[in-house]
């Protein structure tokens, strides 16, 4: 059991069909090959592809308030991924879940499921969330307010004007323009004194609403902003509108000088929790029947905005974006290896935790999960698994430097 609520159940079904090994092949190999071969404009393009065919197309139809018809799984191949998932040695915890149900869990290296875990930069996207609540309980006016509107004590009289036209949506959507404190920046931003002033006085690199600009300052400012409007902090609102409905444990994470929760790292959830989380997301901002965050938001996070310079996949409003053998997929990625899949057109949220101090990009440790996913786990739910003509549909996966 997960948290402080024994209601809290989950149900786990052991997979125990062996099938013969059809996971990766020398998929891996080539795999390799063609993302080093690869250029920096081809992933741009192809991001901006995905952006484009996304884009109008995210809406009920992909967030169903019910789950789709259940279709039987390939139960061999989930066991089987879920083997091979233990080669990993970063890796810490693996659940799968199909229209509610889940179908696998495990917990490797000594983890436990319900056991909390730094989420890293996923908590950007529990921060999505938490706006979108805010917005639907009119604590903030929406994604077109000026940030300057609720932090303007915060802003330096010598800040670039331009400050005032950044709004709430352009830091959901990491376009605010303003040069990134992540990075090789992030050192100096925790160092200073006042880290939202910090945030507010950083020079202007881009326009606002123009390019992607990944930055956690962006996302305190969020939690800045959410502190100030509601007069309340940003874990008593995690904890009211995402902890009680969800029935998950929400603990302390780190705060800044001004005690102002940090926005957008260090929120610390157990797997089970994370997945509590997505499952709610998927269900169109329901969950158990509990209306959590507007249906409506739900597809504001999900409607891609811009591209990731890093990936090439779009990005919403505090989620990555890619496809998946056809279908959307919707994820949080938090630095190690901290990942929240939601699929909602087959019905799946998936959740990995993996040691938070080692990068995801080193050795392509991020593209081994999303190979687990879209080469493993998505198959198993489709009708003709393209790994039975000896495709592993790597043109499906935006290739990760």
């Known amino acids: 059991m997960d948290g402080r609520r024994s209601r809290c159940r989950v149900r786990v079904l052991l997979l125990r069909n062996g099938h013969p090994s059809r996971f990766l092949s020398d998929g891996n190999t080539m795999s390799a090959l063609f993302m080093r071969l690869l250029s920096s404009f081809a992933r741009r393009t192809a991001g901006l592809a995905l952006l484009l065919m996304l884009t109008g197309t995210v809406g009920a139809s992909d967030q169903p308030a019910s789950p789709p018809p259940a279709s039987a799984p390939n139960a061999g191949l989930i066991e ?3 083997e091979r998932a233990k080669d990993l040695p970063n890796l810490r915890s693996l659940i799968v879940s199909h229209n509610g149900s889940i179908l696998a869990e495990r917990a490797f290296g000594g983890a436990r499921l319900d056991r ?68 090789r920046n992030y050192g100096a931003w925790i160092g200073s004194d006042n880290w939202v002033r910090y945030a507010l006085s ?62 957008g ?40 905005r811009t591209v990731s310079p890093f990936t090439g996949d779009a990005y919403g409003y505090g989620w990555f974006i890619r496809e998946m053998r056809g279908h959307p997929v919707y994820y949080a990625w938090g630095f190690g290896g901290q990942m929240l899949y939601v699929i909602p057109g087959l019905g799946l949220s998936i959740v990995m935790t993996s040691n938070p101090t080692a990068p995801s990009r080193e050795d392509n440790y991020i593209g081994q999960l999303h190979a687990l996913v879209a080469d493993g786990i998505v198959p198993a739910f489709l009708p003709k698994p393209d790994d039975e003509t000896g495709s592993i549909g790597a043109g499906d996966r935006k290739p990760i430097p």
Request: charged share 20%; aromatic share 6%.
């Open 80 to 82: 089987e991924t879920v």
């Open 116 to 183: 909390p875990t730094n989420t890293k930069s996923a908590s950007k996207t529990i921060m999505s969330v938490l706006v979108g609540i805010a917005i639907d309980r009119g604590v903030l006016q929406g994604v077109d307010q000026p940030v300057a509107s609720v932090l303007a004590q915060s802003i330096p009289s010598e800040a670039d004007p331009r400050i005032r036209q950044v709004t709430i949506g352009h830091l959901l959507s990491m376009q605010a323009g303003l040069e990134r404190t992540s990075g």
């Open 202 to 263: 950083r020079p202007f690199v881009d326009e606002p609403g123009g390019r992607m600009l990944y930055s956690t300052g962006s996302t305190h400012l969020l939690s800045a902003a959410l502190t100030r409007a509601s007069k309340r902090s940003t874990l008593e609102l995690a904890r009211d509108w995402l902890g009680d409905p969800l029935e998950i444990d929400i603990a302390p994470w780190t705060r800044d000088p001004q005690g102002i929760y940090l926005g």
């Open 265 to 304: 790292n260090e929120m610390a959830l157990s797997p089970r929790a994370l997945w509590r989380f997505g499952e709610m997301v998927r269900q169109g901002g329901t969950i158990e029947g509990k209306r959590v965050v507007s249906e409506n938001w739900i597809k504001e996070l999900w409607t891609p």
